[in-house]
């Protein structure tokens, strides 16, 4: 009997990773940046705040400190830009979050958001874990980025 579910489990495919080419088409259209990770958008005829899995970015809103609320506001700007100067834009969206936001996984031109926010040195990645103190992190820099 174990040697039969272990046969079964070594036939299973392991889950691919989504990407822009495989994700499923979506009904919401982003109407504005809220802030680095989170947009608003009309999904099925309803306002919806959208929140964009697979990064964090410093809060511009409940900011502990003023270089957090600056990079914050760099990283929404930076998230805007690249919304407004794309070709396509897919939010691919999940379950909501203890916010009532959708948690989504969002595509610009078919790179995962996360990604280019990560490398533009404006988030960092984030699962759901606990966030990291920007305050701290920023406290060593000499300057934050500029997006």
């Known amino acids: 009997m ?5 046969f079964l489990s070594a036939c299973q495919e392991e889950p691919k990773k989504m990407t822009a080419a495989s994700a499923p088409p979506s009904s919401c259209d982003i109407i504005r940046v809220v802030d680095g990770d989170t ?3 009309i999904c099925h005829g ?5 929140r964009l ?3 964090d970015t410093p809060e511009t809103f409940r900011s502990r400190c003023p270089d957090e609320k600056a990079l914050g506001k760099i990283a929404t700007n930076h998230l805007r830009k690249l919304i407004e100067n794309a070709q396509e834009v897919l939010p691919v969206t999940g379950r909501p979050d203890k916010y009532r936001r959708l948690l989504t ?4 031109d078919g790179r995962d958001v996360a990604e ?3 490398e533009a040195g404006l988030a960092v990645p ?4 606990k966030r990291i103190n920007w305050c701290d992190r920023l406290a060593g820099r000499k300057q934050v980025p500029l997006g």
Request: hydrophobic fraction near 55%.
């Open 105 to 108: 996984r969002l595509y610009i």
């Open 53 to 55: 899995l697979g990064f």
């Open 116 to 118: 280019i926010m990560i």
């Open 46 to 50: 309803r306002e919806q705040n959208l």
């Open 2 to 6: 174990v040697l039969a579910f272990l």
């Open 126 to 129: 984030y699962h759901g874990e």
């Open 39 to 41: 947009v608003k958008a």
